[in-house]
């Protein structure tokens, strides 16, 4: 007879067995029994956070810095309904999440009681998969489909409920054969096709105007797929451009890397994308912030799009060649198979490709993320600009709220190494970077963690000050404070006549006052000669740092696709601002 | 300069809609048929008719029949869409003109009213060899099974006649022949 498990022994085991170092979560009354059982596993450490949502964000900052998948623990009612954001972030933006959440007691589900919800049902539409665990013998089979699914070929969020009996019911851990092997987020089969690689190739020969256009899924590949990246590039000496997740896959100072395409993209990656005769798709999936007006879409190319999930294949624009796979395996068969066969490919293609590079050359001379520096006041991109020279030596991990700060935060700073780059670009959360920095910071204590942030999306998860005084976690907190929304500003602005109607804070705390009232420390600078000094003096304080940079209140972020415009439409500065934006183009975010 | 138009909300090539007929093989486990449905109601593709048993008790397997409408692309999206669900095994995909598949539905009619109409409402049923499940002097019950839209015809021709209720089973669909559905 084996041994038997109370269920919250056994969701120990599972996560032991699954090398689980941290759990992020807030205790409640449905979920005792499993805080109840942590203090008998060393192994593993809770991080309290202050609130559901900061937990389930922070948790995510791990996986995204790590590769492990990030795990998360959460009472019934509230606690599960407040992690609801963070689970659908980490659903959009594909970041491998477990989710355990409490139940009430199984005979008292449906009978409205308290702290109960209807979690698998709230949660459904937004993790891989999900489940209420109704027999403890079930629980650990459970926890490692749940670990399986959230990590395995589109990676995601997966949620298990656990009602507090059996929490308590004893049970056997006994892990079946998983049945779910054969399972890639519904493809029949992720083996390679040869003829699909020699199909690819042949594209790649044929072309003259070429375009990498990578995403977050080479990330998610493993930093394996990054190297292969790089020699593919390389080897074909194409230009590449990528999308807000995939920032960090290739080195953003490289002469070949166009900058990041799309809404906020840079004018030579935009232009490329629209003129080009050839676009490979790697793990990107033509998200509406980076095609623009779709019927316009790059109108002239070949597409190849490489993806996991073959339903995002086809989805949104149609392509000529489709592979369903992960990224690292297929780079690695086609890398080979380029090897065989061409040689000296980039001396030959050389000359193919050089009107289109000279061409790229004349697009890049507009400059496109240029703007007009000040004496007197700090501009946001001049700032970011300055921590990126101020920390470039250093290996330093980027995430960032959602707003303007995150679009100049992108164009900005330069990456040159993947998982190095967190932000909410799906689901576009306000008070991501906070947490998000946390998890990032247990991840990898010893580096610099910093979170560009609005003033606005800061005060969001602002209460997660307190998680990372409690865990000595030196986040420093880098707001770019125009006291506006400052992307609603600018929409409304460009949009809405100017009416700039509930975008502007009144009453904003002082953050120094505040970063000191949680035991923080808090820096503040006001004009450009004093923000390099202020920056350093950041860099070298060893504790939480929120840092006020007062910057230029009216500041717009560009270059920009207007919604409603194919790429090469694009607004680079207030003097195209001029012309009318159409009222279909007003219903747009 | 043309005329800026929304890239969301005014796609301009609309595909020919049609109807098809998906067929999705499942766990028969708690909220499967839910993340079936909410799939289609989240992203925005429409249920004509649904219907849904469990078709092996050993394997817990049941077997969901769902008519749908939409472009080539939709009914492509929703056939992926369903591929990535965990308890979904398969996913089968008919045209409603595909010549070798065999769709039928089942209906119930309540037709209440004088000897003279119920005749003429019986004669009417004949056509699909319709049984008679129930009968009174005032009324009957008759069980019809045939394709969908001549139960929408058989339907519209009864109103007339005292037709006052229908129950329908919504189609179901099985390949002709010796095939079995693989994929």
């Known amino acids: ?589 | 300069m043309p005329k800026p138009k929304s890239a969301y909300s005014q796609p301009t090539k609309f595909g020919k809609e049609d109807h098809h007929i998906i067929v999705v093989w499942v766990d028969n486990e708690a909220g499967v048929l839910a993340r079936v449905i909410g799939l289609f109601s989240g992203r925005g593709y429409n249920i004509e008719s649904l219907a849904v048993a469990e078709i092996d008790k050993k394997k817990h397997l049941s077997r969901i029949t769902i008519v749908t409408k939409g472009t080539p692309e939709v009914i492509q999206q929703i056939k992926l869409q369903l591929g990535k669900l965990i308890p979904v095994h398969k996913v089968a995909d008919f045209s409603r003109n595909d010549p070798k598949i065999l769709f039928k539905e089942l209906a119930l009619l309540k037709v209440v009213g004088a000897t003279k109409k119920l005749d003429k409402a019986k004669k009417l049923c004949k056509k699909h060899d319709g049984l008679i499940l129930d009968k009174t002097k005032k009324s009957f019950v008759i069980q019809v099974t045939a394709l969908r839209r001549e139960i929408d015809k058989l339907v519209a021709t009864l109103k007339p006649l005292g037709l006052i209720s229908v129950s329908r089973t919504g189609a179901v669909a099985m390949t002709k022949g010796d095939e079995v559905f693989t994929q």
């Open chain 1, 1 to 589: 007879m084996p041994k038997l498990l109370s269920g919250a022994e056994i969701v120990f085991k599972a996560l032991e067995d699954q090398k689980v170092e941290y759990i992020f979560g807030y205790p409640g009354g449905a979920v005792l029994p499993i805080y109840d059982e942590l203090k008998n596993h060393k192994s593993i450490k809770h991080i309290l956070a202050r609130h559901e949502q900061g937990a389930g964000h922070a948790a995510e900052g791990y996986a995204r810095s790590s590769g492990k998948p990030g795990v998360l623990l959460v009472t019934s009612g509230p606690g599960a309904t407040n992690a609801v954001t963070a689970l659908t972030d980490a659903y959009m933006d594909s970041i491998p999440v477990v989710c355990i959440s409490g139940q009430v007691p199984t005979h008292l589900i449906g009978t409205d009681a308290f702290q109960e919800c209807d979690t698998t049902g709230i949660t459904r539409p937004c993790t891989k998969h999900n489940w209420l665990v109704k027999d403890v013998n079930d629980l650990a089979d459970i926890m490692s489909q749940a670990f399986k699914i959230a990590t395995t070929g589109r990676p995601g969020p997966v949620l298990v409920d656990i009602p507090k009996d059996i929490q308590f019911n004893k049970g056997i851990y006994k892990v079946s054969k998983n049945k779910l092997e054969k399972k890639l987020n519904g493809a029949l089969s992720n083996k390679i096709n040869l003829k699909d690689v020699d199909k690819f190739i042949e594209m790649i020969k044929k072309s003259s105007k070429p375009i990498f256009y990578t995403g977050g899924g080479v990330i998610n590949s493993g930093p394996k797929a990054s190297e292969l990246l790089r020699d593919l590039v390389s080897l074909t000496g194409f230009p590449i451009t990528s999308t807000l997740q995939g920032l960090g896959a290739f080195p953003g100072d490289d002469p070949q890397f166009l900058g990041m395409l799309g809404m906020h993209g840079t004018y030579e990656a935009n232009n490329a994308m629209h003129d080009c005769d050839l676009m490979i798709n790697i793990g990107a999936r033509f998200d509406d912030r980076i095609t623009g007006k779709i019927d316009e879409f790059s109108p002239k190319s070949k597409k190849i799009h490489i993806d996991i999930d073959p339903s995002s294949i086809g989805k949104n624009v149609k392509v000529d060649l489709a592979i369903t796979s992960d990224v690292t395996e297929l780079l690695q068969a086609v890398i080979k198979r380029f090897k065989e066969k061409n040689k000296n490919f980039i001396e030959s293609n050389k000359q193919k490709t050089a009107k289109w590079w000279s061409q790229i050359d004349k697009w890049r001379e507009k400059k496109s993320l240029n703007f007009i520096n000040s004496k007197e006041t700090i501009k946001p991109q001049h700032a970011v600009q300055r921590l990126y020279e101020l920390t470039k030596h250093q290996d330093t991990f980027i995430t960032t709220e959602v707003g303007q700060h995150q679009m100049w935060a992108a164009q900005h700073y330069k990456f040159n190494k993947p998982n190095r780059w967190m932000t909410s670009g799906g689901l576009g959360t306000m008070g991501y970077g906070l947490p998000a920095a946390i998890g990032v910071q247990i991840a990898h204590p010893k580096k610099l963690v910093i979170d560009i942030a609005g003033e606005a999306s800061i005060l969001m998860n602002i209460q997660e000050m307190s998680t990372a005084i409690q865990y000595r976690l030196p986040v420093k907190i880098f707001i770019l404070n125009n006291e506006y929304m400052g992307m609603v500003r600018q929409w409304q602005e460009l949009l809405h006549d100017k009416n700039y109607s509930e975008s502007y804070t009144e009453a904003l705390p002082d953050f120094v006052k505040l970063a000191e009232a949680y035991g923080a420390v808090g820096i503040r600078a006001k004009t450009p000669g004093e923000l390099d000094e202020k920056i350093k003096e950041m860099i070298n304080t060893d504790k939480p740092v929120i840092f006020d940079c007062v910057v230029d209140k009216v500041e717009n972020c560009y270059p920009m696709i207007p919604s409603g415009k194919p790429h090469n439409q694009m607004l680079l500065g207030p003097e195209d601002e001029k012309e009318e934006v159409s009222d279909e183009g007003k219903t747009l975010v």
